[in-house]
């Protein structure tokens, strides 16, 4: 079964940029799914990110779009983030997760990153 | 604050019933997909319902969802110690062009 294993930097300085990678096994991810970004703030809520397509079309969440991309690797099966000039406020859990009809799933485990100097 | 709008706490007994509801607008729940998700204390979100009412292979038929108009319910029957958990609704919003979320709910099973 599809398996998704986030990786990257625990902490990131402020006004850098996050990145992530969400490496995918058991399936493809030419497969015809989305493929989704989601964190979770400390004691918080979820909140989309995005999701990207194996085409390399994209859709943001609007109050991230303008710090937001996110792009696909074929050649590596795997996907990634990249969060420009964070803050502390963007200190969270990130998940990546395959979307189908409405849904995501399964999810990966989740990286804490925390923006610090 | 959440798009779609979920109550904070629920709580019951073992073996009784709960329900947990999701109030959205035309715009998400009413003319999209519904899902919900379990987050155990510690660990990623997993899906529970997708498509407003299945369960995917592995859930158990304790767990039901439904959708009428702008609003969705995820129900639990035989609640167990382990459904202690944080339960979170999901759909698409036409007019944001987003995926939201509600803002969870934590349940009690006391």
Excluded at chain 1, 69 to 77: A, E, F, G, L, R
């Amino acid at each position: 079964q599809v398996q998704l294993q986030e990786s990257g930097p625990g902490l990131v300085k402020p006004s850098g940029t996050l990145s992530l990678t969400c490496a995918v096994s058991g399936g493809s991810i030419s497969s015809g799914n989305w493929w989704s970004w989601v964190r979770q703030s400390p004691g918080k809520g979820l909140e989309w990110i995005g999701e990207v397509y194996h085409s390399g079309s994209t859709s943001y969440n609007p109050s991230l779009k303008s710090r937001v991309t996110i792009s696909v690797d074929k050649s590596k099966n795997q996907f990634s983030l990249n969060l420009r000039s964070v803050t502390a406020a963007d200190t969270a859990v990130y998940y990546c997760g395959r979307v189908g009809t409405g849904w995501v799933a399964p999810w990966g485990q989740g990286t804490l990153v925390t923006v610090s100097s | 604050q959440s798009v779609l709008t979920q109550p904070p706490s629920v709580s019951a007994a073992p073996g009784q019933k709960v329900t947990i509801s999701c109030s959205g607008s035309s715009s998400n729940i009413w003319s999209s997909y519904v899902s919900w998700y379990q987050q155990l204390p510690g660990t990623a979100p997993k899906l529970l319902i997708y498509e407003n009412n299945k369960r995917p292979s592995g859930i158990p038929d304790r767990f039901s969802g439904s959708k009428s108009g702008t609003s969705a319910t995820l129900g639990i029957t035989g609640l167990q110690t382990g459904d202690e958990a944080d339960y979170y609704c999901a759909a698409w919003d036409d007019s944001l062009s987003a995926r939201v979320f509600g803002g969870g709910t934590k349940l009690t099973v006391l």
